[in-house]
């Protein structure tokens, strides 16, 4: 995409507490120029930790990208039905994994809440680094 570049401050790489969503911004911001873009069902994306155990370090990484993905959502200006959309999913899944006494399973999912509530209160303008950090410790300080 002509002058469009992926947000350094999304992503595993960016040392932010945004780890993902780098390139759903980028496809975002391509639909905003006009772009279109095409989905391919013969391309697949997996994730590791996803299928397997969940440890509390998948637990952990599924907290960073559920961040990333809330910074992508506030970054974005989604429509609230959209942002509570994304926030039912794994809560939902974190009640029905606890209803099943599956703890870890539970706290994967509330991981991946938590992540995306926290990604999304955090203030936009404060996108990376020690600053970024500062607005995160800042949203969480509001929190249960």
């Not at 992508?72 to 209803?99: E, I, Q």
Request: proline share 6%; with cysteine; charged share 20%.
């Amino acid at each position: 995409m002509d002058g469009a570049w992926f947000d350094e401050s999304l992503g595993v790489g960016a040392g932010s507490p945004w780890g993902a969503g780098e390139e759903t911004d980028y496809l975002l911001r391509a639909i905003e120029r006009g772009h279109s873009i095409y989905y391919d069902p013969s391309l697949a994306v997996w994730h590791r930790g996803r299928s397997g155990p969940c440890s509390p370090e998948v637990s952990a990484k599924a907290r960073q990208y559920g961040m990333g993905i809330g910074r992508v959502l506030r970054k974005h200006r989604d429509p609230l039905h959209s942002v509570a959309y994304h926030l039912a999913r794994p809560f939902g899944g974190a009640l029905l994994y606890t209803a099943r006494g599956q703890t870890e399973k539970a706290r994967y999912h509330w991981s991946i809440f938590s992540g995306r509530l926290n990604g999304w209160l955090a203030r936009p303008e404060r996108a990376a680094g020690k600053a970024a950090s500062q607005s995160v410790s800042e949203a969480e300080a509001g929190l249960p």
